[in-house]
């Protein structure tokens, strides 16, 4: 080996250690919870109600019969499978059709959502008791979101049905770690709240559904193409997702503004989950797909203005 070649060798091995750090560093300040978590939590902070005391979310009144704590804790077969289905409905895009958290969405996350198959690097834990801790509450800094809105039934058998995805032994919660959870969760007792609406809220209400946009319409029915499967496919809620939208001017010119309310809060937007699970080309088809359809005025402008307007 000459000298000429000695000094080119030494450069290459610089540049690689120089990459190598960089890429360690890199991931080692890349915000936990990944792309979209930080998406969902900006899109909440610019929807959040302001706080003025007179002005407070509004809460559904409702009352939760208490839970049987028994039944809650045993897996039976009707438990596995109302948990599976709640889990097709909920959980696969990023947990994975077999629980093997490498759904469509999985890639989206730092940390990668769990394996349900290994009883390897739970943060929470997988006993009962700890599956519903990880379900009320999430785990914070993560893309994992509380499913509060779900009834500690609903739950439950979500947790029955993650442990049968995983071959390995759970263990068995204790007597005291079960009263622990039925105490921070008022479990056996039930609750009752009462609704409260605040009177700007109302107000809001009474002036948003005056300017209700109207739904955005759907393709026709010998509409084909793959941007109308797509809308098909994912708009579960034509009036919901076009009120949504209405929110955000720019949806139609900016794709990243589209993808951050469609991914922030499916199925509540009028659109099925699995939308965290298209990929660049798809969404761009069906950003201009629903632009079509919504017409260029509006979320949902009826088909008729569309074709006077071009
Ligand atoms: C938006 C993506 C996403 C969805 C949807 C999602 N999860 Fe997760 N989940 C995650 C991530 C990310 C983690 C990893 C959190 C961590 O590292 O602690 C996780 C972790 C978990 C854990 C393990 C917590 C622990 O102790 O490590 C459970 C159990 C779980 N999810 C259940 C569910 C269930 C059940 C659903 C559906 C109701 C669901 N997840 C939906 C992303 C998701």
Known sequence: MNKKQQQALSVVALVLVLAGLYAILGFMLLPKGGLISKQQKEWREATAVPSDPTIFPTVKGNQKPGVDLDDAFQSTPKAVAQGEKLFQANCVACHGPAGQGNGP????????????????????????????????????????ASYDTLTPMDRFALAHYVQSLGHFDHGQ???????????EFNLSKG???????????????MAADYKRPPAIPMPPPGDDSQGARLVRRL?????????????V??????????????????????????????????????????????????????????????
């Open 105 to 144: 969405a999985a890639v989206a996350f730092n940390p990668k959502p769990r394996n349900f198959t290994s009883p390897n690097g739970w943060t929470n834990g997988y006993t009962i008791a700890d599956i519903y801790r990880t379900l009320s509450k999430g785990v914070a800094g993560t893309g994992m």
């Open 173 to 183: 919660d204790t007597p005291q770690q079960i009263a622990a959870l039925d105490k």
């Open 191 to 205: 609750s009752e709240t009462p609704s409260k609406v605040a009177v700007p809220t109302v107000m809001k209400h």
């Open 235 to 247: 708009v579960k809620d034509p009036g919901r997702t076009a009120r949504v939208l209405a929110q």
């Open 249 to 310: 001017p720019d949806w139609q010119s900016d794709l990243d503004a589209l993808v951050r309310v469609a991914v922030a809060d499916p199925p509540n937007n009028g659109l099925d989950p699995g939308v965290a699970g298209l990929d660049a080309r798809q969404w761009k088809l069906f950003q201009q797909e629903l632009a079509g359809l919504a017409g260029p005025t509006g979320a949902g402008s009826p088909p008729q203005a569309r074709r006077e307007g071009t």
